[in-house]
C-alpha cells in the first residue's frame, strides 16, 4: 500500500475552477493506478476518475459521464502526484473527494471502490450556486 495524501480542496462558485492534489508516498508511485472518487452527504462513494500506469508515454484515462469534458486527470510520475482538475464547476459536485490508488491493471471505464486498496483522509470540495 502507498500513503496518499489530498490538497486543494475548498469553496468555488459555480462555473469555477479548482485543482485537487494528491501526494504519493514510496518509490514505485508509477506502478499504481490512481483515481479520484467522491462522497456527499447521505450517498455512497462514487467514481470520478482514473488514469492508468504510463506506458511509456501513453496513459489510459476513464471518467465518470457527468464529469466528462469538465475534469482532467492527470498524473506526475516524478514527483509522484495525480492531479484532478475541475473546471465549471456546480453545485452537484460538492463532496469529500478522495484519491485512491492500486495495483491492477487499468484500460477504461469507471470503478468500484472496492478495486482500490489504499486511500487519501479525503479534502472537500464546495460549489455555492
Known amino acids: 500500500q502507498v500513503r496518499l495524501v489530498e490538497s486543494g480542496g475548498g469553496l468555488v462558485q459555480a462555473g469555477g475552477s479548482l485543482t485537487l492534489s494528491c501526494a504519493s508516498s514510496?518509490?514505485?508511485?508509477?506502478?499504481?493506478?490512481m483515481a479520484w472518487f467522491r462522497q456527499a452527504p447521505g450517498k455512497e462513494r462514487e467514481f470520478v476518475a482514473a488514469?492508468?500506469?504510463?506506458?511509456?508515454?501513453?496513459?489510459?484515462?476513464g471518467y465518470r459521464d457527468s464529469v466528462k469534458g469538465r475534469f482532467t486527470i492527470s498524473r506526475d510520475n516524478a514527483n509522484n502526484m495525480v492531479d484532478l482538475r475541475m473546471n465549471s464547476l456546480k453545485p452537484e459536485d460538492t463532496a469529500v473527494y478522495y484519491c485512491?490508488?492500486?495495483?491492477?491493471?487499468?484500460?477504461?471505464?469507471?470503478?468500484?471502490?472496492?478495486?482500490?486498496?489504499?486511500w487519501g483522509q479525503g479534502t472537500q470540495v464546495t460549489v455555492s450556486s
Open positions: 488514469i492508468s500506469r504510463s506506458i511509456g508515454s501513453v496513459v489510459y484515462t
Open positions: 514510496g518509490p514505485t508511485f508509477s506502478s499504481y493506478v
Open positions: 485512491a490508488a492500486r495495483k491492477e491493471s487499468y484500460r477504461s471505464g469507471t470503478a468500484k471502490p472496492s478495486d482500490f486498496s489504499s
